[in-house]
């Protein structure tokens, strides 16, 4: 299994992070032991490149679901690999230790997005107006158009509004004041099924499940892996 989006950045802090960088540093005793603090100063090139690396690096953890991992033993690998120290993992055994923990992590995060989507679309399919079709794509009729209704093969102009379960917004043609022309059958699945059961002048709101939306991978780092999706859409065109 391959971490390409993890290893190429861990290899840029590799690459940039160098131990000769000078640094300012501040001892504190406490009894017997000393504490060391840099001073970070992101006016100099090093440390913000440095720096910029770490927050990338840690989005980039995130992301994969890997925000639990220990950072102390983290920072030991690194400074070892760093200074040309003996490592006590080679190179092979740690990639093999990475793709081994960010697939446990994957198969711990699919189990509570599965079972996290499962209790809302149960108990969402139960409110009176949703419609539960056989893919699992839930939605309600905000309101009724009159219009022609696209296929497959259509062209159509909508304005949306999509967001996550928290009610995080991820993209809205509505707070942009412009409408999106797309054809039905280049969008997500709960998309393609959702506007071949509306006519021109609807307005619907989806419950996507992410089989049907961006599944185990997310998209764009603004919708993360195994999100459900909840669009109000309005279908204003067949072009």
Not at 133 to 148: R, V
Request: aromatic residues 6%; hydrophobic residues 40%; without cysteine.
């Amino acid at each position: 299994m391959k971490i390409p989006a993890l290893v190429l950045t861990l290899g840029l802090a590799l690459l940039v992070l160098n131990p000769a960088v000078a640094q300012k540093k501040k001892k504190k005793k406490k009894g017997k032991k000393a504490e060391t603090e840099m001073t970070l100063d992101l006016n100099q090139e090093h440390q913000k490149a440095g720096y910029s690396l770490g927050v990338s690096i840690a989005t980039n953890l995130k992301q994969q679901g890997l925000d639990s991992i220990e950072l102390n033993a983290f920072f030991a690998g690194l400074k070892d690999a760093m200074h040309g120290d003996s490592t006590q993992i080679t190179p092979a055994d740690a990639q093999a230790n990475i793709n081994a923990y960010v697939k446990a992590n994957q198969e711990k995060m699919k189990q509570r997005a599965i079972d996290k989507e499962k209790s809302f679309l149960e108990e969402n399919g139960q409110r009176e107006g949703v419609i539960t079709t056989p893919s699992g794509l839930q939605y309600e009729i905000l309101q009724k158009g009159e219009g022609a209704v696209p296929t497959a093969s259509s062209n159509v102009t909508t304005h949306y509004h999509g967001m996550l379960l928290d009610g995080t917004v991820f993209d809205s043609s509505v707070n942009r004041g412009q409408p999106a022309s797309f054809a039905v059958n280049r969008v997500i699945p709960g998309w393609t099924e959702a506007l071949q059961l509306m006519s021109v002048g609807s307005k619907y709101k989806l419950y996507i499940p992410f089989a049907l939306a961006y599944g185990e991978r997310g998209t764009g780092g603004t919708i993360p892996p195994y999100a459900t999706l909840i669009f109000e859409v309005e279908l204003l065109s067949v072009d």
